[in-house]
T-cell receptor, first 114, second 112 residues
Framework: DTGVSQNPRHKITKRGQNVTFRCDPISEHNRLYWYRQTLGQGPEFLTYFQNEAQLEKSRLLSDRFSAERPKGSFSTLEIQRTEQGDSAMYLC????????????FGQGTRLTVV | TQLLEQSPQFLSIQEGENLTVYCNSSSVFSSLQWYRQEPGEGPVLLVTVVTGGEVKKLKRLTFQFGDARKDSSLHITAAQPGDTGLYLCAGTLIQGAQKLVFGQGTRLTINP
């Protein structure tokens, strides 16, 4: 399968714990995006990378959120000291740099903070 | 404020009817995409429109990009229960960062 892969698919954690999600993009895609989506809403932009460089991070994003893409391949999104309001679907997408921006999404990681 | 406004947010119609979903903005986009999302899954790309005034057809779905590249529409002819889902428009601004921004989505339900 050459699509975008996200792990884990589901994560239940207690409030205050740290969680880390992984995204493996389509191999030839240089851009990688992270979005957060709550029920019935459109995806909300969190951050994006071009290769290993983090080019933009949402101003709405708390300092508890951090993302890395150390070798320009897979990426991780960490949430520290989770809160109940962090419960959401976290989506990763990738796209090639050349041409128009068409993003291909993974299946997402559903986070539930209890 | 939402950069892309979709309307309606919810739509429930009978099988066989036609419908149109709108995606509007005051900003100019270099391209707009339409995605469809099933519960518990990531969005799946349906189409990309790039040129102002462009019309693309995908079976019973017709997508149009506004002449000024600020808006788009999705028209479904003879809707079927399998069309049920969350429809999302997304775009890249013509100026500024290359991030993809989304509308809030249209939840479509087609009743048999």
């Amino acid at each position: 399968d050459t699509g975008v892969s996200q792990n884990p698919r589901h994560k239940i954690t207690k409030r205050g714990q740290n969680v880390t999600f992984r995204c493996d993009p389509i191999s030839e895609h240089n851009r990688l995006y992270w979005y957060r989506q709550t029920l019935g809403q459109g995806p909300e932009f969190l951050t994006y990378f071009q290769n290993e460089a983090q080019l933009e991070k949402s101003r709405l994003l708390s300092d508890r959120f951090s993302a890395e893409r150390p070798k320009g391949s897979f990426s991780t999104l960490e949430i520290q000291r989770t809160e109940q309001g962090d419960s959401a679907m976290y989506l990763c997408a990738s796209s090639p740099v050349q041409g128009i921006t068409e993003a291909f999404f993974g299946q997402g990681t559903r986070l539930t903070v209890v | 404020t939402q950069l892309l406004e979709q309307s309606p947010q919810f739509l429930s119609i009978q099988e066989g009817e036609n419908l149109t979903v709108y995606c509007n903005s005051s900003s100019v986009f270099s391209s707009l995409q339409w995605y469809r999302q099933e519960p518990g899954e990531g969005p799946v790309l349906l189409v990309t429109v790039v040129t102002g005034g462009e019309v693309k057809k995908l079976k019973r779905l017709t997508f149009q990009f506004g002449d000024a590249r600020k808006d788009s529409s999705l028209h479904i002819t003879a809707a079927q229960p399998g069309d049920t889902g969350l429809y999302l428009c997304a775009g890249t601004l013509i100026q500024g960062a290359q991030k993809l921004v989304f509308g809030q989505g249209t939840r479509l339900t087609i009743n048999p």
